[in-house]
């Protein structure tokens, strides 16, 4: 092999190195991108909001299809209530389970759960709950004696399926304010 050969390759590896580097460069920065958007669209455009209850839809799926809809993997599903509050807690005062038909399932609160200030409380949807469906959700209702700022209300659904893990997360959507809200 010719010297001017061996020069070749080595400056067409150096070139596939660089251009290796820089789609990585690119795939990080992307990344970093996407992670900055997503977390100011949950942050809000004007901060966090302050109120003295609300009524939540927080959707959640104790099945999901697959394919073609042949078939379905069944999820569990874990309601999380956190208070973000510093100061004040919170009291939860109702958590209802419906299912895609807007049925209700369960009312997950018999008598008002306290959570003071940065505490969190969650509810779990077993794996073998099937009558929610992938319409299946929760109306969830908070209330303060006090302004505090508006819990992180969350769902995460998981299962394990030939070795592979599916997991995914979704967020509550106010639906009505229960009282007086202010935007700091």
Known sequence: MSSMSIAYCRSSAIERGSWLLIR??????????????????RAGAH???????????????SEIPYGSG???????????????????????????????DGKL??????????????????FVV??????????ANFIVEWRSDSRVTSPL???????DVSLQGITFLSDAVVLAELGETIEP
Not at 31 to 38: N, P, Y
């Open 105 to 122: 399932l369960d009312k997950y609160v018999d008598k008002p759960v306290s959570l003071g200030p940065l505490d969190s409380h969650h």
């Open 47 to 61: 901060g966090p909001s302050v109120s003295i209850g609300q009524r939540l839809y927080v959707p959640i799926y």
């Open 24 to 41: 990585m460069r690119f795939c990080v920065c992307l990344a970093v991108l996407m992670a900055v958007v997503v977390a100011e669209s």
């Open 126 to 135: 077993k794996e073998s709950e099937r009558k929610g469906g992938v319409g």
């Open 70 to 100: 042949r078939g379905t993997y069944r999820l569990s599903a874990t309601l999380a209530i956190r208070n973000t509050d510093t100061e004040s807690g919170i009291t939860i005062v109702r958590a209802d389970y419906y299912d895609s």
């Open 153 to 159: 209300v969350q769902a995460v659904m998981l299962t």
